[in-house]
């Protein structure tokens, strides 16, 4: 089959990756499409020092159990169902986990890969591929909602104006926020302002420090020193990115004013896509790049740019 894998730290496209066999309670998928996230930019630098086949959002059909000849996307979190987080309802945490195309376990940017059968999610005849490739940065912009306790009318400030930025936004706003986003690309502000949520240019945000929730979306190492400077004290800084580099900031802030940070990650499928199938979030036009697994170059030079949300690679006919 056709994949891009990290080998030695380097992505490349290759045309005959071995096909894996799905064990006891895995499903094989096709994938339809897949979506180039944030993380994908990151661990092609580095992060996580992850090598095998990259992607984790993505829609394709069941090859057999349940859900067989369906339209499916998945949880991400492969389990060990025996330890102490599993027991607790934690899979998520589970230390023997792996994750699809983050951690030892190969993803979705190929012609097929093994899920288990407990992770997938039937995807509604109304909730289109593009909308279905969009169901995992989702459900990740609603997990702020399982951990912050929104009071009524937050001033929430989204630093970060690309893909999760946009759907964390929405996500609060849809919830009671006063929302406002504060970036760097006018072409990807103005797309917010058109759903009606105030934005700025992060220059020009005014350092005054009221927002009772500051969501981190920039994936940079300076995201967090920035929110610091935004949040009021007593209130949340919420981590939604990762990056590779390590952070340079003094801490001290977090003491003195009593900021309550929260790391912040993979979220409720369940939810995200009942969300998407009553079209509670605008997601039109958010893909704004397809390509095909052999051109990666430009599809990852396209999701990098400037004015792109997402970017999907076109796998096979759904
Ligand atoms: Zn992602
Ligand atoms: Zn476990």
């Given amino acids: 089959m056709q994949a891009l894998a990290v080998v030695d730290g380097q992505l490349i496209f290759v045309p005959n990756h071995p096909e894996a066999e799905p064990g006891d309670g895995q499903v094989r998928v096709r994938p339809i499409q897949a979506g180039i996230c944030e993380t994908d930019l990151q661990l092609v630098q580095g992060y996580m020092g992850f090598s095998g086949v990259l992607g984790h959002e993505f829609v ?4 057999s159990g349940s859900m067989a000849g369906e339209r499916v996307v998945g949880e991400i979190n492969c389990i060990c169902e025996k330890c102490e987080f599993c027991a607790r309802g934690l899979g998520n945490h589970c230390p023997n986990r792996t994750v699809i195309g983050i951690l030892n376990h190969h993803g979705a940017f190929a012609e097929s890969l093994i899920v288990p059968e407990r992770n997938l999610h039937r ?10 490739t969009l169901v995992e940065p989702v459900a990740a912009a609603l997990q702020i909602l399982e951990q912050v306790e929104v009071v009524p009318n937050p001033r929430v400030i989204v630093l970060g104006d690309g893909r999760l930025g946009n759907l964390c936004a929405q996500v609060l706003k849809a919830a009671g926020g006063d929302v406002r986003v504060v970036g760097k690309h006018r072409a990807k502000l103005a797309r917010l302002a058109a759903l009606g949520i105030p934005t700025e240019l992060v220059e020009n945000a005014p350092r005054t420090r009221t927002a009772d929730v500051v969501v981190e979306c ?25 990056v590779a580099g390590a952070h340079q900031l ?7 004013d009593e900021i309550t940070l929260v790391g912040s990650r993979c979220g409720p499928f369940a939810k995200a896509i009942a969300a998407i199938s009553d079209g509670v979030f605008q997601l039109d036009d958010f893909v704004g790049g397809r390509f095909r697994l052999d051109q990666y170059q430009q599809a990852f ?11 999907v690679f076109e796998i096979q006919p759904g």
């Fill in 60 to 63: 394709g059909i069941a090859e």
């Fill in 123 to 132: 995807v509604p005849d109304n909730v289109s591929n593009d909308m279905a």
């Fill in 218 to 242: 920039t994936g940079s190492a300076t995201g967090l020193e920035t929110a610091l400077s935004l949040v009021r004290p007593r209130g949340t800084v919420v981590m939604k990115t990762t």
């Fill in 250 to 256: 003094s801490l001290a802030p977090l003491v003195i």
């Fill in 301 to 311: 030079e396209h999701a990098r740019g400037p004015n792109a949300l997402k970017v």
